[in-house]
DNA sequence: GGTCAACATAGACGTGTGTCGATTCCGCTG
DNA sequence: CAGCGGAATCGACACACGTCTATGTTGACC
């Protein structure tokens, strides 16, 4: 009965109109998205044998210098999509399956998706 | 067989890593996403009766100029993200919900959405 | 036709962003 | 300990972005 008509980008919990706060929190998520270099980058991780790849797998596929490289990973990292830990030599980055799940939410959300019509089951996002 | 892990961020027919050129057009969309009076202005568009809502009901939900308002449609307008319909003096902007619902397959791959697995039924994204 | 309201465009200004080269930090290995 | 290679930080610079005021454009109405 309610979500009247294709309802996007709302609240995830209530459907509703995105808050002042929930829309500032939200943009920088979706401003670090907002560079095809992160958004290759972010393609790269989440591609590469074990969900994880070091700085020196990636530094490789862009005709950039490995300090814009460190930095491009460095805002996906403070925007929260990405993780970084440390092994030896090298640093490892993965990337945190919550998070760009739920700006995905967001921009759909989550029992009235548009691509396929599920019987609601009532699981929630993970963590 | 395929997906051999929480694989996001990835050409939505592929399942690969992004091209160069996917990033660039879809880093395009993102980056209007990114700014959080555009994604207000996208919440109160999606959530305004009717799923329209004309400038001057959105003028209103700002502490900015009109100008600005009018600045941050035509960025949404021009990422594809809304069109904007003019009906005698008001002009109305409507999401555009194909625009959104591929931004969020980039972001979780379809047949393999975190939140809920649905039985494969091969339905595609409408239009 | 004149006037008014809604909306868009133009120009200006301060701030943020992407990139670089140079340097520094960290951990391995002789 | 010295040296080396991987990665982060720093400082600089050109450009893009968000916002404003002022002005233009469009359609309705008297």
């Known amino acids: 009965m ?3 008509l294709p309802l996007l980008i709302s609240s995830a919990a209530t459907h509703q109109a995105l808050s002042a706060d929930e829309a500032v929190e939200l943009a920088a998520a979706f401003k670090a998205l907002g560079d095809p270099v992160r958004l290759r980058l972010l393609s790269l ?3 590469h044998e074990g969900g994880e790849a070091c700085v ?3 530094t490789g596929a862009f005709a950039l210098s490995q300090p814009t490289i460190s930095h491009h990973l460095k805002v996906l990292r403070d925007a929260g999509l990405v993780r ?3 092994r030896a030599t090298w640093v490892y980055y993965r990337v945190r399956p919550e998070a760009i799940a739920l700006l995905a939410t967001v921009l759909v959300p989550g029992d009235a998706p548009l691509r396929s019509t599920c019987p609601p089951d009532g699981s929630d996002l993970p963590a």
Chains 1, 2 share one sequence.
């Open 2 to 4: 309610s979500i009247p």
């Open 45 to 47: 991780i989440a591609a």
């Open 56 to 58: 020196c797998d990636l």
């Open 84 to 86: 970084s830990e440390r």
